[in-house]
């Protein structure tokens, strides 16, 4: 069974920055989108970012210019790089994998406040 472990969440202020990466273990033969969402308190998950086995990106309008997302494809991770953080950017933040089934993280807090 395949697991997906999230990591870099934490607190900051804002403008500052954060990375979150995500691994996948297990077997794995081919993942064809790998992504990030996210769910704030109240509010239903929603995409962030998504990015395909051949590296094609999509991005909500709320985090385009200020997130990065990234893959290796050899080690099966995706990685967020999140720039110029706002307060509404507080949310769990899930990966997300699509291979031949579909997998979840557990989450990942991102807290930006003063």
């Known amino acids: 069974q395949v697991q997906l472990v999230e990591s870099g969440g934490g607190s900051v202020e804002p403008g500052g920055s954060l990375r979150l990466s995500c691994a996948a273990s297990?077997?794995?033969?081919?993942?064809?989108?790998m992504g990030w969402y996210r769910q704030a308190p109240g509010k239903q998950r929603e995409l962030v970012a998504t990015?395909?086995?051949?590296?094609?990106?999509n991005y909500s309008d709320s985090v385009k210019g200020r997130f990065t997302i990234s893959r290796d494809n050899a080690k099966n991770t995706v990685d967020l790089q999140m720039n110029n953080l706002k307060p509404d950017d507080t949310a769990v933040y899930y990966c997300?994998?699509?291979?031949?089934?579909?997998?979840w993280g557990r989450g990942t807090q991102v807290t930006v406040s003063s």
């Open positions: 990015i395909t086995s051949g590296g094609t990106t």
């Open positions: 997300n994998m699509r291979y031949s089934l579909e997998s």
């Open positions: 297990g077997t794995i033969f081919r993942i064809y989108v």
